[in-house]
């Protein structure tokens, strides 16, 4: 598999997922009592593991870009608030493929963030983006 596909979206392979080696299974909640003690709740969270898919820059050189037609799709993608989750396919670390299904992650912040590499008005089809996604697992 040469490319990752999110809700049937075809995206390069080669987006970096910037927090796949990030501990997230467990969940922590810190309160402060009356009496000023600090309480500190740990658990084991089932789902909620974060995906962020960015492109990376070496020197000049973008790594895995999009084009302005792939970035107005995760743009629909992204502005439809959804009763269910996306597929996200991705290359395993060896062979094969892995899926997750996912949601767009709003709670920090923007979920799809875009910049244009060459920027020039009108932005056209053929445009490259750098792009940031934000996702999470359900």
Same mark, same amino acid.
């Given at each position: ?30 309160? /402060?009592?009356?009496?000023?003690? &600090?309480?500190?709740?740990?658990? %084991? #969270?089932? @789902? ?50 892995? /899926?997750?299904?996912?949601?767009? &992650?709003?709670?920090?912040?923007? %979920? #799809?963030? @875009? ?24």
């Amino acid at each position: 598999m040469s490319r990752i596909l999110l809700a049937g979206i075809a995206l390069p392979a080669d987006l970096q997922w910037t927090d796949e080696f990030t501990a997230w299974r467990v969940g922590q909640q810190v309160k /402060t009592s009356l009496t000023g003690a &600090r309480i500190v709740q740990e658990s %084991a #969270l089932q @789902a909620g593991r974060p995906i962020t898919l960015q492109t990376q820059t070496e020197g000049n050189t973008y790594i895995g870009p999009v084009t302005l037609d792939v970035l107005r799709q995760l743009q629909a993608s992204e502005e439809q608030p959804r009763i269910g989750s996306l597929q996200l396919v991705m290359p395993d670390h060896n062979t094969g493929e892995r /899926t997750f299904q996912v949601r767009w &992650r709003r709670s920090e912040g923007a %979920a #799809l963030e @875009a910049v244009p590499i060459n920027y020039a008005v009108p932005a056209l089809d053929g445009d490259y983006f750098s792009i940031t996604l934000r996702l999470m697992t359900v």
